[in-house]
């Protein structure tokens, strides 16, 4: 977990005292107070970090106002859910770029690559055919559907 301190000089740098108060709309002397005695008020590190465009719940955890359990999502379903197409996409980037060494390379070459065993038992079109919920008839008279089994 990140300290106060940690987290103050995360979010502006080596911006002067003076100038951070003044953007975050604080008092120089009451930021200054707040600092030296580790007191940090939630309110004055809501105001830094809208300032600063950095995340509130960061700073208030910094403070120890909210823990982590407090700022993670419901669950992971939820949070993809409410991301935009963009922001998954971001991340399947991220995420690509990060292993990408395993793209550069054939398949072969990759040591953590394993082969799925299939879940069903081998399973040939003459094992199917009598049966009463698949058909081989083509009721599609589209020619690219020739191949489809119509269930």
């Known amino acids: 977990m990140t300290s106060p301190e940690q987290w103050i000089r995360q979010t502006v740098g ?33 105001k830094i970090a809208r300032a ?12 120890g106002v909210l823990t982590e359990d407090d700022v993670l999502p419901t669950s992971v379903e939820k949070a993809l859910r409410e991301a ?19 793209y ?20 040939t079109l003459e094992d199917l055919e009598g049966l009463d919920y698949v058909s081989n008839t083509d009721d599609d008279p589209d020619p690219e559907d020739d191949h489809a089994w119509d269930i």
Do not use: C, F, W
């Open 14 to 46: 080596d911006t002067s005292l003076r100038k951070v108060a003044s953007e975050a709309g604080i008092s120089q002397a009451t930021l200054a107070r707040q600092i030296r005695e580790g007191t940090l008020t939630a309110e004055s590190v809501v």
């Open 52 to 63: 600063y465009g950095v995340s509130v719940a960061d700073g208030l955890q910094a403070i």
């Open 84 to 102: 935009s197409d963009e922001q998954l996409a971001d991340e399947v980037l991220r995420r690509m770029k990060a292993g990408s060494e395993i």
């Open 104 to 123: 550069d390379r054939p398949i072969s070459e990759v040591s953590n690559v394993h082969t799925l065993k299939p879940r069903v038992p081998d399973i």
